[in-house]
Structure formats: structure tokens, C-alpha cells
């Protein structure tokens, strides 16, 4: 078992939710080392509150980016050919955990509260993997690698705010008294309860909606947005443009669903890298401009390319872990 199922496993104790196999299974843990017992003290300390620890620990940064960069290395060769399960984590107890060091797991990095009531910064890493937490209000967010959140460890005012980069998908829990705020990139998105992503990058913010509706405002200027639908506020133009329909896989990278009706091929392709985090090349040049029409659910990059090639008449290599060539065929 990795790190972060026994940090999870130290998450259930803490909030009494722990079975009594995995009581076996962590206590199994603690007696294997002093390291781990002390982790597990150090994060009870900081959940319980007892205020004998001091808000920073010595941690050893050095080592720390030498594991660290190991670690990327290590999910760089892995294979990334099915949509990866996203890992979960507790807020809370990222929270709790982050008061007392600075945390570097498995491909996230949680930042100290620095005083004052100072949001926790999530930062995520790791390539290939997506990263579900649940807030203090029982949100669920997924974040891309590459993604940046800014949160509470508890939401207090009128409002429940958080900022963030990159992209993040949210579920977010109903609460009519006190709307979730989103500040992204030098934009606004203000719902009640819904689901939607919001992708923020220098120059601009996109919105898509799954369920319910959102307000997307920047500088003045304002839409609102309905299942179905996608904003863009353009950073550089102050501009958010007239609303549009999501595309068919706007939110692939979440729902792990392809759908192609009538698409060229090339494009297709493109779709199914982002997905798997791999790349492809077509052969023959005239298979660019063929025709897709076809469902993807869950299913892994193998079956996906075996069912192309059998549509075209062609064939797959598997050049390593990352790399495909689809050789042959015609658009019949």
C-alpha cells in the first residue's frame, strides 16, 4: 500500500469513520517505524487542536524536491492508458495536516496556513491524475494536473469563497444563505448549487455547465449560464463572449465519456490524447478526414484504437507506454 491510503486511513480514525479491517491494517503501519508514528502524532496534534505544537515544523526542503522529483519521474514512465480513478482527500484533514508541515504526496502540494486566516493552497502535479477533495461544506471538487486551489478551512461569512487556477470541476453542495464564489483569474463565477468546471489560464476563464446555473462576471460585465451551456471572459479584450453551447467532450477529462458524431478522425485523435495522456500519429494522411461517429464510456485507450482501426480497416502498433501509430485502412 502507498502513503496516502494510510494518511487516509489516519483521516477515518481522526473523524471516527475507520472499520475495523482498516483499524488492522493501520495500526500494522504505525509498528512498521518511528517515522510513521510520528507522522500520525503530529497530525492527531494538529486535528485535535491542542495548541502545544508550533504552526510550522523543520522540514528538510531539499529533500523533500529530491523525493519529490523521484516521484514524478516514477509517474512519467508509469502507464496513463486508462482513465485514472481519481484519488480523494478530506479538506479537513489536509487542513489539520498543513498546520504542523509542509506536505509533499503523491503528486499534490499542501502549503501551510501562514496566520491570520490565510486560505490553504492545494497545488496539484501529477501527470495523468485527477484529484477529488471535498470541502469543509461537503463540495466536491476535481482538479487537473497543473491546477491550483485556494480554500478555507472552513467557510464562516456570507459567502463561501475560494480562488483558484488552472482547471477544477465542482459539484458543489447547496446552500441558498450563502453562495459559493469562485475567483479565477481576474474573474467571478457565483452559484447556489451545481455542477460545472471552471478553466483559468493568463488570458482567459471558460465556464462549462453541467447542471444548474452560474454567473459568470468580470469587470462590469456579466452572464449567466444553464446546463449545457459554456462563458468565456477574455482577459487581454475585457470581454466575455456571447455564451455557447459545451461541446460534446468539454468535460471528457472528468465524466471519462468520448462522443463523436460525424467528426473527422485528426480530430478525434487530439480528443483521445487529452484523455489518456498519450500521443498518436496517423499514418496514411488520407484517414485525417474520415468520419467518426461513436460512444467512448470508461473504456481503455487499447479497446478505444482496436475499435477505430476496425472501422478503417487498419491497424494499431504500440510503440511504448505513451506512443501509437494507427498504419493503414481507408475511409471505405
Known amino acids: 500500500m502507498n502513503e496516502d491510503f494510510y494518511l487516509n486511513l489516519l483521516s477515518q480514525k481522526l473523524s471516527g469513520e475507520l472499520g475495523q479491517a482498516e483499524s488492522v491494517q493501520l495500526e500494522a503501519w504505525l509498528s512498521a517505524s518511528d517515522e510513521n508514528r510520528e507522522t500520525a502524532r503530529l497530525v492527531e496534534k494538529a486535528w485535535q487542536g491542542t495548541g502545544d505544537l508550533p504552526l510550522t515544523a523543520t522540514v528538510d526542503l531539499d529533500a523533500e524536491f529530491a523525493r519529490l522529483q523521484k516521484r514524478i519521474e516514477r509517474e512519467k514512465s508509469a502507464s496513463n492508458t486508462t482513465p485514472a480513478t481519481p484519488r480523494v482527500l478530506n479538506f479537513r484533514w489536509l487542513a489539520a495536516a498543513a498546520a ?158 468520448l462522443t463523436f458524431d460525424d467528426t473527422n478522425l485528426s480530430q478525434a485523435m487530439l480528443e483521445i490524447e487529452k484523455l489518456y495522456h498519450i500521443h498518436t500519429k496517423i499514418e496514411a494522411k488520407e484517414l485525417n478526414n474520415c468520419k467518426l461517429s461513436s460512444v467512448f464510456d470508461h473504456q481503455e485507450v487499447n479497446e478505444v484504437l482496436e475499435i477505430i482501426a476496425t472501422v478503417y480497416g487498419a491497424e494499431v502498433e504500440q510503440v511504448d507506454d505513451h506512443n501509437y501509430i494507427l498504419k493503414g485502412g481507408s475511409c471505405q
Not at 137 to 153: I, M, R
Not at 172 to 197: H, M, N, Q
Open 100 to 257: 504542523v508541515l509542509v506536505l509533499v504526496i503523491g503528486g499534490y502540494l499542501i502549503r501551510p496556513y501562514l496566520g491570520g486566516g490565510e486560505p490553504l493552497l492545494i497545488e496539484h502535479f501529477a501527470a495523468g491524475e485527477e484529484l477529488e477533495i471535498q470541502l469543509a461544506d461537503h463540495s466536491d471538487l476535481h482538479l487537473q494536473p497543473g491546477s491550483k486551489l485556494w480554500a478555507p478551512e472552513s467557510f464562516t461569512g456570507r459567502e463561501r469563497k475560494v480562488s483558484m487556477s488552472g482547471e477544477i470541476f465542482f459539484d458543489i453542495s447547496k446552500d441558498e444563505s450563502k453562495p459559493f464564489v469562485i475567483e479565477a483569474a481576474g474573474a467571478e463565477v457565483r452559484v447556489l448549487g451545481t455542477s460545472f468546471s471552471v478553466a483559468a489560464s493568463e488570458t482567459e476563464v471558460q465556464v462549462r455547465v453541467l447542471s444548474g446555473r452560474v454567473k459568470l462576471s468580470a469587470r462590469g460585465r456579466e452572464t449567466e449560464l444553464t446546463a449545457g451551456e459554456k462563458g468565456v471572459f477574455l482577459r487581454t479584450e475585457n470581454q466575455i463572449l456571447p455564451k455557447t453551447a459545451l461541446e460534446a467532450n468539454g468535460l471528457s477529462w472528468h465524466t471519462k465519456k
